[in-house]
């Protein structure tokens, strides 16, 4: 799976967010989203095989944490940035157009 993909439903990115701020347990994260541990356990696996997050064993616990090294998001890094290039030349272009029409 992408990292698209991945991203796309709400409950992973919740995750990532809070992920954000450190390593949590699976524990953790059941009470933040409210589902099942299972269902947790399913939004982690897609994560992982998506590059965007780690699984660290600590103790009898596996701990998640933030991918180190991303390389999901190169992906889709590099994908919004040919689409804002895109979009400047638009706007940049519409911008000119509306300075020569207030010239008139």
Request: aromatic share 6%; proline share 4%; charged share 35%.
């Amino acid at each position: 799976m992408n990292a698209f993909t991945a991203v796309a439903e709400p409950h992973r990115r919740l995750i990532l967010d809070r992920l954000r701020d450190g390593e949590c347990g699976v524990t953790e994260l059941v009470d933040l989203l409210r589902m099942s541990q299972p269902g947790v356990s399913k939004h982690l696996r897609i994560l992982r095989e998506a590059g965007l997050l780690e699984a660290v064993p600590r103790g009898r616990e596996m701990m998640y944490r933030l991918a180190r090294r991303p390389g999901g998001l190169t992906e889709a890094r590099l994908y919004f940035e040919r689409v804002s290039r895109a979009w400047d030349r638009a706007l940049d272009a519409f911008k000119a157009f509306a300075e020569q029409e207030d010239e008139r």
